[in-house]
């Protein structure tokens, strides 16, 4: 078999956006829809928003958000379009954000619907829909309002293969996050902070099943890759797609330069 050694990509991101795609909310586009109050916010105002939540959406890469309330048929709704600087920085905001979802659906991006909200997931655009009263009819109109505001994304949505690479993806997995740094790694994964003591400048995609968690991990830095693998007592960096094992976790790199991090459950 040939060894060779992975080429190293560090730092760049193959996105490619469309300038003049944009989604917005007009009434025109459901029959009954009025929009009672709208808002638009930069990277500058968001903290005016969300206050202290504003740091984690900077740290994903927010660039805007579009804020109308509005009334359907006696109900009040909201809704949040955020643009991110990329897919796979939505789909990392949107991953964090979801929880026990009722109804999900990956075929055309992502989606999580509960008796309240609806979320979705589409190119670079992360959508929020809040249903206040969570009735029947509420649930229906933020589905079908979520579907009109997606259809306006044109550009690919995140796959998990940006970050395993040719891995192949496991089939019983219960939980894909995207974390964009120290912050949200903090937030939403605490017990894999123990991995990433003295690192700065990464992200990292995980994938947990029953049995163990997968850690795709993407530096920014080329030292911080043999620091990493030194910190784990492996002295030189392995092989493109040779697994190394120490102790209870295995390392591989891939073919694109990032670091593949197996963790078996105890």
């Known amino acids: 078999m040939r060894k060779y050694y992975c080429f190293l990509l560090l730092g760049l ?3 490619m ?3 003049q795609e944009t989604v917005s909310l007009a009434a025109e586009i459901i029959p009954g829809l009025k929009i009672i109050k709208e808002a638009e916010y930069t990277q500058e105002s968001l903290f005016g928003y969300m206050n202290g939540g504003a740091e984690l959406y900077l740290e994903y890469g927010f660039e805007e958000l579009k804020v109308s309330e509005l009334k359907y048929k006696g ?3 909201k809704a949040e379009i955020y643009r991110m600087e990329s897919p ?3 789909f990392g905001i949107y991953s964090v954000n979801i929880f026990r979802c009722d109804i999900q659906n990956e075929e055309k991006g992502y989606f999580c619907q509960t008796d309240f909200q609806v979320q979705v997931c589409r190119g670079e655009y992360y959508i929020n829909i809040v249903n206040n009263d969570g009735s029947g009819e509420g649930k229906e109109f933020a589905v079908k309002l979520a579907a009109k505001l997606a259809e306006m994304v044109y550009s690919d949505s995140f796959s998990l293969n940006d970050y395993l690479g040719d891995t192949a993806i496991p089939g019983n997995i219960n939980s894909k996050k995207l974390l964009a740094g120290r912050l949200s790694l903090e937030n939403n994964a605490f017990s894999y902070l123990q991995y990433f003591e003295g690192f700065e400048s990464f992200s990292l995609l995980i994938l947990e099943a029953d049995s ?3 850690l795709a991990i993407r530096f920014d830095e080329a030292a911080s890759i043999s620091k990493f693998f030194l910190s784990h007592g492996i002295p030189e960096i392995p092989l493109c797609g ?5 102790g209870d976790k295995e390392f591989t790199m891939t073919d694109h330069g990032d670091i593949l991090l197996r963790i078996d459950s105890k």
Request: glycine share 0%.
């Open 13 to 15: 991101t193959f996105y």
């Open 17 to 19: 956006s469309n300038a």
């Open 75 to 77: 109900h009040d709704l």
């Open 88 to 90: 796979a920085m939505a």
């Open 212 to 214: 163990f968690s997968l």
């Open 242 to 246: 040779e697994p190394v094992r120490s």
